[in-house]
């Protein structure tokens, strides 16, 4: 690099103190930037849980005093599902999923010591806390939040006397764009560093699957949301200063939006699933002790995905009045897309298959991955075919499709990759009998919730309803919302479980030392956890990252950084 | 001390060069969606023919001209920058900002014009895109000519040279966003 900084006046040692907020508040490390993701995630997943905890118990038991929120109204009800899809979605699988375990893997699994643009990093960490703290304030404005669904479709939201939430609709937009500011910049920043901060010896197919993933999955989000980002600016016009792009009286298109809307909406399922697919990929390798099956072909249909997936959006839109043509070849391409992913999930069956398993917490959460995430893309099917998608469009059969694509993927990927980078993250081990009873406890639960829904879904029920009991036809599967909404309570329930473990295991559990689960990756041959700088002298790569069990070795690994 | 990964070039390409043509491809995005969204509403509204033909296209024309102009001394100051004449390239970063102060005081001539005649931003959604497009298209040339100010700083006192060829890039796209608007807004009647 041209850089004329050759003088390096005195300053603070790289490696030495640090006060307080230089370490944790205004780091540029990618650790702590990491950490600081994960931590507003993990606070914005048990705000997002709370609001589910909400409106299910109202469905359930219409008109109920919910313990620890009260009276749920229609309109709180509105904002409570709006608000709980945009967080779980924008604050919870982009920052745990991307974000956190981006900014801690990349450097790591790269081999060196910090992002390309470490400041920047911390700019957007800082630029995703105010996004996060402005959408929870709009609950507290005059009309309360946001309630027009999270796709925010017009005239709903772009009208205050439709939605009523004459501020909430505003700074619920405002939220979700500088969430996509903050996004923007941490995705130039971990696709430079993987482009040119790699470690000496490192080739493109020596580069670890999740790193692959999340650098496709942020190539993708710069590609898809620019269209939102210019619809966000026309429906805050709309909403503010009396414009009418989306209003159909004053020459304006309402469909406009969706366009805008799912251009991004659509990649973006990709850009949450593909870290997970990744994470999956790094675990399954090292509890199998095998080398991936296909990586180059994993790699190819990532990419490959990543193409067709912008060609899928008007599937969301089949009866939104588009040309009958034009859902033809939207059916095509959206039934084209379940072709890569099922390829996918092949290949990690076929990597399991000869391996030699241990059933680790991580690998559980894995496994649960592939097994619940299929179950979504099969339900997918039905809903991408446009004949079949006007009777089910809208009702809960499409929210248990989803919700079986996204648990699995913003959920159970966390789960596997925080409980299998815990120990390097915090040197020390979760209890494995408690990460056990957490994973049951949670895998059980969510289908008891979401195959009800689906019988509910094909039995005609549609989303977005404040109470079903004034359905005839609706009002006799009640008991169906009772088992989904008890067993909503039971899985909540056990994430306490989760939480006493994450915690205690922080600072009581077992050291780990660097390599506990006997890893090649790089960042397995840091100290656990890595200090400023990851290594005193950054590592050099020698092979390809999964060559476990290589018949050579005495060892079943053969980590990447080790010369011979 | 700059993190070491900060000093890899492993795709053989500096890293903020990298880095600005990814933001150039994100902004492509932007302007794409702002931009097609126009041309299909454009396409089916013909009577918006008739509004476009209140623009005023030889103010259009000449704003054309300044910022193709900025975008030569951009050119040329990158050239001054690569030949180690930093004092020279901050001359010609100073006459595209100069370029850009005309861009912006036209425009805002121009907008003045327009509202004074009673075309405003809610006029019709002719109107509506008319605004946003020129007026997000302005915000750009308004934050690369403050970046513009600070490269130029430095480089006037040789210092991070490099970065004049990086917003020169960012220019060259500001540059080519309205060689996009121009014909669009201005011309098509």
Request: net charge neutral; glycine share 8%.
């Amino acid at each position: 690099m041209a850089e004329s900084v050759a003088t390096a006046p005195a300053h603070d040692d790289h490696h030495g103190e640090q006060s307080f907020w230089s370490k944790y508040v205004f780091s540029t490390d990618h650790k702590v930037i990491a950490l600081q993701y994960m931590f507003t995630g993990m606070a914005m997943a048990l705000i997002g849980g709370f609001m589910a905890y909400a409106f299910r118990m109202q469905l359930a038991f219409p008109g109920m005093d919910v313990p620890g929120f009260g009276l749920v109204s229609p309109a709180q009800y509105n904002a409570l599902i709006t608000n709980h899809g945009a967080i779980m979605i924008f604050w919870v699988a982009m920052p745990v999923l991307i974000a956190a375990f981006g900014n801690f893997c990349i450097p790591l699994m790269l081999g060196c010591d910090d992002m390309v643009f470490p400041k920047l990093n911390r700019l957007s960490y800082q630029i995703f806390l105010l996004s996060s703290i402005v959408l929870l304030s709009s609950f507290f404005v005059e009309g309360g939040g946001f309630g027009g669904a999270w796709t925010s479709y017009p005239p709903l939201s772009s009208k205050a006397e439709y939605s009523l939430t004459p501020l909430g609709s505003s700074i619920w937009l405002v939220a979700v764009a500088l969430e996509f500011v903050a996004f923007l910049l941490g995705g130039i920043n971990f696709v430079t560093t993987a482009m040119n901060s790699r470690a000496p010896g490192m080739k493109m197919y020596d580069i670890p699957m999740v790193v692959w993933m999340i650098v496709i999955a942020s190539i993708l989000f710069m590609a898809s949301v620019g269209p939102l980002i210019a619809g966000a600016v026309m429906l805050f016009m709309d909403q503010q200063l009396g414009t009418a792009f989306f209003d159909p009286d004053r020459g304006g298109d309402p469909i406009l939006w969706q366009h805008l809307f799912w251009f991004f909406g659509h990649p973006e399922v990709y850009v949450v699933l593909l870290p997970a697919v990744g994470i999956t990929a790094e675990i399954i390798t090292v509890f199998a002790r095998k080398k991936l099956f296909a990586y180059k072909t994993v790699l190819y249909t990532a990419f490959g995905t990543g193409v067709l997936s912008f060609t899928v959006w008007a599937h969301h839109q089949f009866i939104a009045g588009i040309d009958p043509r034009m859902a033809h070849v939207f059916t095509v391409t959206t039934l084209l897309i379940s072709i890569p992913i099922a390829e996918m999930m092949f290949v990690y069956i076929a990597t399991l298959y000869g391996g030699s398993i241990t059933f680790a917490t991580p690998m559980l959460w894995a496994l649960g991955f592939i097994a619940t995430f299929l179950i979504g893309g099969v339900t997918g099917i039905f809903l991408g075919a446009s004949g079949a998608d006007i009777y089910l469009h809208d009702t809960y059969f499409v929210l248990a499709h989803f919700h079986y694509t996204f648990y699995p993927i913003a959920i159970i990927g966390t789960f596997a990759g925080v409980t299998y980078w815990f120990p390097k993250m915090f040197g020390r081990m979760m209890d494995e009998r408690l990460g056990k009873i957490h994973f049951w406890g949670s895998i059980i639960p969510f289908n008891l919730i979401f195959i009800p829904l689906f019988f509910l879904g094909a039995a005609g029920q549609h989303r977005r309803i404040y109470d079903f009991t004034n359905f005839p036809e609706l009002a006799a599967m009640q008991h169906w919302r009772v088992v989904a909404t008890v067993a909503m309570l039971v899985m909540l329930g056990f994430q306490l479980v989760f939480l006493y473990n994450f915690f205690r295991s922080m600072f009581r559990g077992e050291k780990a030392g660097k390599n506990p689960w006997k890893a090649n990756t790089l960042e397995w041959s840091a100290e656990s956890p890595p200090p400023h700088g990851n290594w005193p002298v950054l590592p050099t790569v020698y092979r390809g990252p999964y060559e476990y069990s290589h018949p050579d070795r005495d060892e079943d690994y053969w980590p990447q950084h080790v010369p011979n | 001390m700059r993190p070491i990964a900060t000093t890899r070039s492993a795709a053989g390409l500096p890293t903020g060069l990298l880095a600005v043509w990814w933001v150039v491809v994100s902004e492509i995005v932007i302007f794409g969606g702002l931009l097609a969204s126009y041309i299909m509403h454009r396409l089916a509204h013909d009577a918006w023919t008739e509004q476009a033909a209140h623009t005023n296209t030889w103010i259009g024309a000449f704003n054309t001209f300044v910022l193709l102009t900025s975008s030569l001394t951009a050119v040329l100051g990158h050239q001054a920058a690569e030949q180690g004449n930093g004092r020279k390239a901050a001359r010609f970063l100073w006459m595209t900002v100069g370029g850009a102060t005309t861009f912006v005081a036209v425009k805002a001539f121009e907008w003045t014009t327009e509202i004074q005649a009673g075309y405003t931003l809610t006029s019709s959604t002719f109107w509506s895109f008319y605004y946003t497009a020129a007026g997000l298209h302005a915000l750009h040339v308004i934050a690369g000519a403050i970046i513009m100010i600070f490269v130029a700083t430095d480089a006037a006192k040789n210092r991070e040279l490099h970065r004049v060829e990086l917003i020169g890039i960012y220019w060259h796209f500001v540059d080519i966003v309205w060689i996009f608007l121009f014909p669009l807004l201005y011309i098509a009647k």
